[in-house]
């Protein structure tokens, strides 16, 4: 179980699932409490978020909703960049407590170019919930509020993400060898 394969691709075992439920079950605690008498609204972005999402909010005592979105990105009319778009964002987050839940957070960008069609919506507060986080790699100004594991700047599958649609299904989490 220590070395796998995805389509041409080793890779090493990184996270065990011991691991990652584990503090997954501290992040839940820490929102438990910081949300104690709220009813946070999360928004867990799809696709690699699901396992995440799912474990996260099962460990929730206080009263919560959740939805799922996807990210969208086309080129602006005026060559101004990417512009990120959602889809299934159906409900109104005005005045909510509003915590967006990513499986990754690599260079920001994705998260960096979407806070602000959020933010448009006012909802009354915004944290950011990511299980992992690629500190070396972000380079958009970003507040991560709740971090699983800060790792390297290496390709990972597993727990929800994919090299090219497979590794999805793993419990683990895995980091391209060499
Ligand atoms: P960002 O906009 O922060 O640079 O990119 C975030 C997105 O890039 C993630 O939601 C994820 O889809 C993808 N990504 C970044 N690093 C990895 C990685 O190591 N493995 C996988 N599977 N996807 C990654």
Do not use: W
């Not at 990513?102 to 919930?129: C, N, W, Y």
């Amino acid at each position: 179980m220590g070395a796998i394969k995805v389509h041409d691709k080793s890779f090493d075992i990184y996270l065990s699932e011991a691991t990652i439920q584990e503090r997954i079950g501290e992040l839940a605690a820490s929102i438990n409490r910081d949300y104690a008498g709220k009813r946070p609204f999360f928004i867990a972005v799809l696709n690699g978020s699901f396992m995440f999402a799912s474990d996260l909010f099962k460990q929730l005592t206080i009263d919560a909703e959740i939805c799922f979105i996807k990210l969208a990105s086309y080129k602006g009319m005026k060559s101004s960049g990417n512009v990120v778009t959602s889809i299934g964002l159906d409900d109104d987050i005005f005045g909510k407590d509003v915590i967006i839940v990513e499986d990754i957070v690599d260079t920001g960008k994705t998260l960096h170019d979407f806070l602000p069609k959020l933010e448009h919506q006012q909802p009354a507060s915004m944290r950011i919930a990511t299980l992992l986080h690629k500190s070396e790699a972000t380079t958009y100004p970003l507040t991560l509020d709740y971090v699983g594991f800060d790792i390297p700047n290496k390709f990972v599958v597993g727990y929800g993400l994919d090299y090219d649609g497979l590794g999805r299904n793993l419990k683990e989490i895995y980091q391209l060898a060499g």
